[in-house]
């Protein structure tokens, strides 16, 4: 996964209860990004980032908050868990000079 | 809203066959297209990115690239089961830096 960490690998919540996802990276790269992908479905694009101290909405944004105070983490916050929030969570970055995209592992998120 | 379109499959293809992958999309001014495979249980991973319109080649993979039909497609010559997986076409808005993917096509090679 090109040096993109992200934990946990799993977890199941409750609904209500927040919880963080982390990830990492050790490449220096600038762009971040956290996307979802349901089941059956292709990738939906929550958050990114250009940068540290730069965050900006993607297509689904709604319960999520993330922060990038240094290039290397992008934590991705859940406050108010909900059953809709069940998905498995990726985070990528961008390696600018070839354009391409690295995802790391997943976190697979079960709210019940 | 801008869309990816892909058909969601499954697109079942002989051995030895050549697949052929579709997608649209609906940004005329989009720049930059992408095709990623993604085996079940693990994260995508790029395996053509295409710029210009027209065809690109690399070992039995072919991007096409159609903007003014707003179209491009992967072909996988001399299929292989290995090549079973789901293809996720995605496009690189013109804007700015958002990647936004189709919901992909599943591939089963039979052998």
């Known amino acids: 996964n090109a040096g993109v960490t992200q934990t946990p690998k799993f977890r199941i919540l409750k609904i209500g209860q927040s919880m963080t996802l982390q990830c990492t990276q050790d490449?220096?790269?600038?762009?971040m990004y956290w996307y979802r992908q349901d089941p059956g479905m292709g990738l939906k694009l929550i958050y990114y980032?250009?940068?540290?101290?730069?965050?900006d909405k993607g297509e689904v944004p709604n319960g999520y908050n993330v922060s990038r105070s240094t290039t290397e983490d992008f934590p991705l916050r859940l406050e108010l868990a909900a059953p809709s929030q069940t998905s498995v969570y990726f985070c990528?970055?961008?390696?600018?000079?070839?354009?391409?995209?690295?995802f790391g592992p997943g976190t697979r998120l079960t709210v019940l | 809203q801008k869309e990816v379109e892909q058909n969601s499959g499954p697109l079942s293809v002989p051995e030895g066959a050549i697949a052929s992958l579709n997608c649209t999309y609906s940004?005329?001014?989009?720049?930059?297209f992408f095709w990623y495979r993604q085996y079940s249980g693990k994260s995508p991973e790029l395996i053509m990115s295409?710029?210009?319109?027209g065809d690109k080649e690399d070992g039995r993979f072919t991007a096409q690239l159609n903007k003014a039909s707003q179209y491009v497609s992967l072909l996988i010559r001399d299929s292989q089961p290995s090549d079973s997986a789901t293809y996720l076409c995605?496009?690189?808005?013109?804007?700015?830096?958002?990647?936004?993917f189709g919901k992909g096509t599943r591939l089963h090679i039979l052998p």
């Open positions: 940004d005329r001014g989009s720049q930059s």
């Open positions: 980032s250009v940068g540290a101290g730069i965050t």
């Open positions: 490449m220096n790269h600038n762009y």
């Open positions: 295409i710029y210009s319109n």
């Open positions: 990528a970055i961008t390696e600018t000079s070839t354009d391409t995209q690295y």
């Open positions: 995605a496009v690189r808005e013109n804007r700015d830096d958002k990647i936004i």
